[in-house]
């Protein structure tokens, strides 16, 4: 399978198969990570090659996928409230002309209560602060009660407050049994996750955690932006705001 973007490749994945559980999408930043998600959502066709999502293309299965994009990527001026957005979520699975049922308000209210979220449901997203609004949109994903949870850098640059409820969410989800796949710039957070795919513009590595991020793999994915402090290893990226830390192991 390989992506474009702007009629060049800059994803190619022979094979690859995700599976319940968290999977960390790691590599330095232009390695592929959102563009994976992307592919995943089925908001970037494959050039070439075949992308299934339980068997089905992804158009196809967007209703089994939710994708929760970076607080960043969306505008903080947006007159809507809290509750207004999280409710989309299930509006898109009755249509825009049908009206949202009592289910679906408990959906809704039960989304912002585990991202603890509620009690801002009649603010717009304009006053909020940049972790609470990641907390809404993580709440908006929950709502489409999708099997796969797709989340791009969810809590970069976050209060450790916004960052801490919504990594306990993350390890609901994955008791629950659904597939949690997590774009991220942080190796000590990758190596935590069930599974890890290292990308470079193709796929470096996939599997356990202790297996992907090995010296090796991360010295292939990052190059020189790789660096050695003590017993860790450093991902300098100017994706990221600041180093990531990871445990290197030959």
Do not use: C
């Not at 590599?27 to 592929?32: I, L, M, R, V, Y």
């Not at 009649?122 to 949870?149: D, H, T």
């Not at 990594?167 to 659904?178: D, F, K, S, Y």
């Not at 790789?226 to 830390?245: E, K, M, P, R, S």
């Amino acid at each position: 399978m390989a992506v474009r973007r702007d009629q060049r490749v800059v994803l190619e994945v022979p094979h690859l198969a995700i599976g319940p559980g968290v999977t960390a999408v790691v590599g330095a930043n232009g390695s592929g990570k959102s563009t994976l998600l992307h592919a995943v959502a089925g908001l970037l066709p494959a050039a070439h090659g075949t992308i299934t999502v339980f068997a089905r293309r992804p158009s196809a299965a967007r209703g089994q996928v939710a994708y929760v994009l970076q607080t960043s990527a969306v505008t903080a001026h947006l007159l809507v409230t809290v509750d207004e957005t999280v409710a989309l979520a299930r509006a898109a699975a009755r249509g825009p002309v049908r009206r949202l049922r009592a289910d679906d308000r408990k959906v809704v209210r039960r989304s912002m209560r585990r991202l603890d979220v509620d009690a801002l449901r009649r603010r717009q997203l304009a006053e909020l602060s940049g972790g609470q609004r990641q907390r809404v949109f993580v709440a908006q994903g929950l709502a489409q009660e999708a099997e796969v949870l797709l989340l791009d850098e969810p809590v970069a640059g976050l209060d450790l407050p916004s960052a801490e409820r919504i990594r306990t969410v993350v390890a609901e989800e994955r008791a629950a049994g659904r597939t949690v796949v997590i774009a991220t710039h942080d190796l000590d957070e990758a190596s935590h996750a069930d599974h890890v795919v290292l990308l470079a513009g193709r796929v470096i590595a996939a599997g356990p955690p202790a297996t992907v991020l090995t010296t090796e793999h991360l010295r292939t994915a990052y190059g020189s932006s790789l660096l050695a402090l003590g017993g860790d290893l450093i991902a300098l990226d100017d994706g990221a705001h600041h180093g990531n830390h990871g445990h290197g192991t030959d």
